[in-house]
């Protein structure tokens, strides 16, 4: 009752209750804005079906919607799904909403000015869609932003100055659209920007010798447009960063490839600097959207002292309570609101090129391999910046790091630097298409790809295998402990991989590589395969040092010493290994090992940490298939497709 009656007490109960009310986000709101949404992106209801009026969006069944730890929607992520409508004001009413991820779709009409009110907004992507009109300087309010994609569309117009408010924003792509006028000097204020993308416009006049300055500035853009004037000399630092061919009228004394200013240049550039110093605001009078208790109102950046004051008493009083909640939140938020990347661009293959003609954009993207591709920045963001936390595994030529995705799902991503890779495009495109093309329960799933020039590297995203990769099951712990793998189980993972090399077979394909090093184990210990087909992208000489590890670990089958050839046997050879290895339970088969599969002898085989659990009559079986398998002749092996009907075949005994 003491703290009923003190003042302190009553003020931080208010605050308390407010906390909970600040930028409110209404289930039903928040449903109808989505039913909106489905309407104006999917009028035909092709693709959105599973978005419906009697639904919960947070109950995982509304494709694309991911919410918050408060049950609400905070990311959308409907990349590349074929979405031929126009992006509504409607999404304006998910308040909550901190990712808007719409790119490579057919989207056609104006950005709605309405979507300026989603102040917790920190990426938008809309880039490749069929876009239109001009870009609403009411997106300069959106403070939170960190990554605006509006490349490959249709944008007419001059970039708005407002843009110069985004202060956290640290991406900007607005290239291959028909933007025209000047380079807005106010981009020269956001001093978090590290990469502006703004080539294939009709943009004109001087590069701002603000935006040269930029302390964070990496890349810069800027080919194929009609710029002219002095080239600022600060934008040396970036290097091979900074891209300004075809601009004819542009000059620059220490840039070997533009031609040399003269009198006339230089005295026009001194004018230009002197108006732009005298013009710059000293206090930016901006509407921005700020949100009270209940709704949100316009405000202006420049207030009145009096009430500046009052607001920090106010935050002061409101931040002692709110505290202690986000600190019990901020690890939920972290899977949905993502840090910023510094090396986000259109990612393409070395001969793939934005510039051209939308043909990259839309048609490669779009029918190719529809779908299927990520940008540099989602990889980074899945992986905390490929954080040696997420690292799983790491080879001469490749790094496996786990993942999350936008939408929550967990992934494995494969990189592979591009010295790696065959140096004939079309070569590695087709072995890119023929691992999107493998579909297989006992296959691992490829997610998509990502290839990035930034990097010099390519991804490869996968579905992730909860249980781990298979080899781990044969190594001993520190203490001695092992991760123990029944009988049953042993003879499940047999059955699938036979099932997985018959697949590749059946669509001829030989994997060349398989060991217990290339299978992993899912949530329900099933086998998949990792890797198929993954030889066909990589370079010769990486291939043989792939071969040679296998080779070592005795998977090699003995006719490729004489022949240096591989064909179906070569992998009937190695699946023979793996069935002895899991029998044995050891990773290497020694001599005595082998003799005793000869002879039957069970004590001597049959890993002892089963201790005796196990089918004497379904050991002597598969013990007579490895031995088969493993035959030093290749004609003398069975075919996978005769050991898979094989084991579907009910066993008596």
Known sequence: MQNAQNPLFSLFLIALTCSYFINPCYGNAELKALMEMKSS??????????????????????????????????????????????VPPA??????????YLHYNSLRGEIPKEIANLTELTDLYLNVNNLSGSIPYEIG???????????????????????????????????????????????????M??????????????????LANLPSLEVLDLQNNTLSGV?????????????????????????????????????????????????????????????????????????????????VITLTVALTVVVFVASSIDQAKDLYRRSPSPLVSLEYSEGW????????????????????????????????????????????????YKGILKDGSIVAIKSISKTSCKTDEDEFMKGLSLLNSLKHENLVKLKGFCCSKARGECFLIYEFASKGNLSTYFDADEDGS???????????????IARGIEYLHSNEIIHQNISVEKVVLDQQLKPLILDSGLLKLLADDVVYSALKVSAALGYMAPEYITTGRFTEKSD??????????????????????????????????????????????????????????????????????????????????
């Open 41 to 86: 992106l999917d009028p035909a209801n092709k693709y959105l079906s599973s978005w419906t009026p009697d639904g919960d969006p947070c109950s995982g069944a509304f494709e694309g919607v991911a919410c918050n730890e408060h049950q609400k929607v905070a990311n959308i992520s409907l990349q590349g799904k074929g979405l031929a409508g126009k």
């Open 141 to 191: 309010s959106m403070a939170s932003l960190q990554v605006l994609q509006l490349c490959c569309n249709s944008f007419t117009g001059s970039i708005p100055t407002e843009m110069g408010f985004l202060k956290k924003l640290t991406v900007l792509t607005l290239e291959n659209n028909r933007l025209t006028g000047q380079i807005p000097p106010s981009l020269g204020d956001l001093r």
């Open 482 to 496: 092992t991760n123990i793998l029944d009988w049953p189980t042993r003879i499940s993972i047999i059955h699938g």
């Open 572 to 653: 009937v050879y190695a699946y023979g290994v793996i069935i002895l290895q899991l029998l044995s339970g050891q990773r290497l088969l020694s001599g005595s090992m082998r003799m005793a599969a000869e002879c039957g002898n069970w004590e001597d085989l049959i890993d002892s940490k089963l201790e005796g659990k196990f089918s004497e009559t379904e050991a002597k079986r598969l013990t007579k298939i490895a031995l088969d398998c493993t035959n030093e002749v290749p004609e003398n092996r069975p075919n996978i497709a005769s050991l898979v009907q094989e084991f579907n075949v009910p066993r008596g005994g």
């Open 231 to 311: 080239v600022p000399p600060a934008l040396q630092r970036i290097k091979e960063g900074f891209h300004f061919a075809n601009n004819p009228g542009l000059c620059g004394t220490d840039f070997p490839s533009l031609r040399a200013c003269n009198a006339w240049d230089n005295l026009n550039a001194n004018q230009i600097n002197s108006s732009i110093t005298k013009n710059i605001p000293q206090t930016a009078t901006f509407p921005i959207t700020t949100c009270n208790q209940t709704h949100c109102s316009k405000s202006s950046s420049k207030l009145p002292q009096i009430a500046i004051v009052a607001g």
């Open 353 to 400: 090129d934005p510039t051209n003609a939308a043909q990259d954009c839309n048609g490669l993207c779009h029918e190719f391999l529809h779908g299927s591709k990520f940008n540099l920045e989602e990889v980074e963001s899945a992986t905390q910046h490929f954080s040696s936390v997420n690292l799983l595994g790491k080879s001469k030529f490749s790094a496996v």
């Open 193 to 210: 920007l590290k990469r502006l993308y703004m080539s294939s416009n009709q943009l004109s006049g001087p590069i701002p010798f603000r």
């Open 91 to 100: 999404v304006a009413e998910l308040k909550c909403l901190s990712g808007l």
